[in-house]
């Protein structure tokens, strides 16, 4: 069965520390892979997403993602976190096969930076 | 330009009674999905439209869930019978007729069935 995983619930970081939220993922076929965050009483937001080429993918808020497929992971990392960067991150992951655009969703990891 | 609006953005029911929620989805956008998200959850899929029709519907959890489409505009979930585990926030997201497409997600409507 096609799944996602985010295997941390909450991640905990300091100001202007790295950050790294982590994905695994186990599907067939070639994925497409998605990160979107999540803010208080808000809409999910894009960040970024994997879908050939460069296994490094740069995003929004100067986030990044590394796609490794013979780990299956599509970790999120950051630099030098920001306290404004405290929200629910979520995973997804799009199987390329035809005309299914589902999305298969991990649960979350939550991210909290001290300041 | 506008993203994808939803209304309305909080809906409390009495269990039993029928409820309908709508997405606008970014104009141009021929694909749009729905999702649920129950509290401290992730997404749940429910159904998928390109233009007014429905490939998959295979996330409707019950026949009480159903989702039509006019045109590549506007879609209405509806909620016959509300049940208290209805109690969600239903997402809508649009996105291009590509295959790489990013789905781009309204602000959701808070569904409480008491």
């Known amino acids: 069965a096609q799944s996602v995983a985010q295997p941390e619930d909450q991640v905990n970081v300091a100001e202007g520390n790295p950050l790294t939220v982590k994905c695994t993922y186990s599907?067939?076929?070639?994925?497409?892979l998605f990160w979107y965050v999540q803010y208080p009483n808000r809409g999910l937001q894009f960040l970024l997403k994997?879908?050939?080429?460069d296994n490094l993918v740069k995003g929004s808020y100067g986030f990044e993602a590394e796609f490794n497929k013979s780990q299956t992971s599509f970790h999120l990392k950051k630099p030098s976190a920001l306290v404004s960067d405290s929200a629910l991150y979520f995973c997804?992951?799009?199987?390329?096969?035809?005309?299914?655009?589902?999305?298969?969703w991990g649960l979350g990891t939550s991210l909290a930076v001290n300041p | 330009g506008a993203g994808v609006s939803q209304s309305p953005s909080n809906k409390v029911t009495e269990k039993g009674k029928d409820v309908e929620l709508r997405c606008d989805p970014i104009?141009?956008?021929?694909?749009l999905y729905w999702y649920r998200q129950r509290l401290g959850q992730g997404l749940e899929f429910l159904i998928y439209?390109?233009?007014?029709?429905?490939?998959?519907k295979s996330g409707l959890p019950s026949d009480r869930f159903s989702a039509e489409r006019t045109g590549e505009s506007v879609s209405t979930l509806t909620i016959q019978r509300t049940q208290q585990e209805d109690s969600a926030v239903y997402l809508c997201?649009?996105?291009?007729?590509?295959?790489?497409?990013?789905?781009?997600f309204g602000p959701g409507t808070r569904l409480t069935v008491l």
């Open positions: 997804a992951v799009r199987v390329n096969a035809g005309n299914n655009r589902k999305l298969i």
């Open positions: 599907v067939s076929g070639n994925p497409y």
């Open positions: 994997y879908i050939t080429g």
């Open positions: 104009s141009g956008h021929t694909a």
């Open positions: 439209f390109q233009g007014n029709s429905a490939p998959d």
């Open positions: 997201a649009s996105s291009t007729r590509t295959s790489t497409d990013t789905q781009y």
